[in-house]
């Protein structure tokens, strides 16, 4: 009877809400927004699957059955503007980039769905699809003599509230130990962020303690962070792929940031950033596998001054970095230059200035044609000056809907590097047909061609399905103060191909790669074809 007369209430509301509007196709209709009042503001919260699609079946049921959906009140605390208020397009469209940035979910749109002509006001429709968000952790390997596992989950949405929870039991040659991890994104509403990360293990406890406002809108007047951790990691050393050398590292780091949007009248945007961290590395020997010095401890604890400099142009793109998904990309030009101090006085080892310089900026050179780059500069003025530069830069051009050819070319070059911190070329770094780690060095330079292919194929609505080929040519050069005895500089090739799956439904979007490569080289050891898997976020 309560039931019935709820749905009753709740039928009459919505008849009055909607009284005298228009639904409307798509947010276009309003070439003129001035004067035009929000009346109310709907949403349209949809589970992790489409239990109408064809290949539907028990597991999509049960997940759907299983899995808490976002809570309304949830999206609520994320919407940029409110009822009563003018209606600003720009404010729909960044709500929209807002949502898609939370993993709990896989897309989200905001538009205007009805038009009140009697009071030129609309109604905004805010409609989101989730993710996935429990998932497993289960890993047993060997190799070398050396075994891990781990067992535990995370959860990216607990109850649909859009926190975060994890726990890990992991157990290794050296150290065992279990992890306890926690996240708020969006605090009460109030856009406050706080992080809790603890793990006990039987060589120390690593810890993270964060609470911060970030300027999560661009109008955004001012941002905080506070950060307390301590990480305890073992680090390797390789020749050729091969690890050669092991030793630990700790860091210890307090860190408090404060930012500020300059009042500068204009649609840019100019903001400042103080900070002040103390940052401590040591290095220890490793249970086993210490054949080499240790790197020397250090201090970077100082100040530091940002100036930020950012031009809006916000555009939706699809099949750039992944696929079947929306990918929000600034075209505008984004600046930051920060200069600093490191300090004795609050334990650095000496005074020493440093800077950064960052650019990042996006072009559209034609209807299929796009420009990615981000280039920046590090420089430390200590008694050995330490500097890297870095320049990533990447054109995509869409052949069709379905095709796309890309280019990367990717330059790093550094000087007096801790050595803790080189530049590896193999594996992950873009040299895909070679070992990870396959050399090192202060200066490297990667180019890749690569050819795409992306299917409507999906395998059980829980995997995407693309294509890709490519040829990497790259090319690292030593230090002349590396320790380690690979000297050898030579050009590396290499080509490759196989399959991209993209795990559409689920909080951390992972693409599952399963390659096969070649390496073009005379090593023996490298000159047969290679089966190759692993996890990214991107192609």
Known sequence: MRLALYLTIGCVFSSYTFADCQPVADNRFLVDS??????????????????????????HEFANYSHTITRESVLKDDILFEIGSLLDPKELAETERLLRTRSYLREAT???????????????????????????????????????SALGFEDDNILGSGNKLGIKYKRETERTGYGLSFNSPNMFGTFWD????????????????????????????WSFLFNIQRDTEEVSEYEAGEEVNRFQRQNSLIDAEFGYKLPIKGKNIHRIKLAAELNDFNFNLAEQ?????????????????????IIADYRKLYNINSFNRTED?????????????????????????????SALKNWQLANDIWLLSATSWLQRRFEQQQFLFSSHWQLVKHLTDNSSLVFKVNIDKGNNLFRDEPLYIGGEQNMRAYPEYFRSGTARAINSIEYRRYTDWSLWQLLDVAFVGYIDVGKVWPGSDQQLPDTDSSTLVGVGGGLRLLSSHSSRGAMIHI??????????????????LMASRSF
Do not use: M
């Not at 929000?38 to 109408?52: C, H």
């Not at 990309?329 to 440093?354: C, H, P, S, T, V």
């Open 34 to 59: 001035s004067n035009i009042t929000i009346k109310d503001i709907t949403f349209s919260p949809n589970n992790v699957f489409d239990l109408t699609h064809k290949s539907t079946f028990w597991l």
């Open 194 to 221: 706080g992080s809790l990360r603890y793990s006990n293990n039987s060589d120390g406890d690593n810890y993270q303690l964060q609470l911060s406002r970030p300027f999560y809108r661009l109008s955004s007047p």
């Open 515 to 532: 390659d096969i490569t070649k390496a073009l080289t005379d090593n023996d050891n490298l000159s047969g074809v290679e089966f190759r």
């Open 329 to 357: 990309f600034n075209f505008g030009w984004q600046l930051n230059a920060r200069i600093g101090q490191y300090n004795k006085g609050l334990g650095a080892d000496e005074n020493a200035l440093f800077w950064q310089l």
């Open 289 to 309: 596998g210490t054949y080499l010095a240790l790197p020397e401890d250090r201090n970077l604890s100082g100040f530091w001054l940002e100036y930020e400099y």
């Open 110 to 148: 905001v538009r205007i769905s009805h038009y009140c002509a009697n009071e030129n006001s609309i109604i905004v429709e805010v409609e989101t699809w989730d993710n996935w968000s429990l998932l497993p952790t289960i890993d047993f390997s060997s190799e070398g003599g050396r075994s891990k």
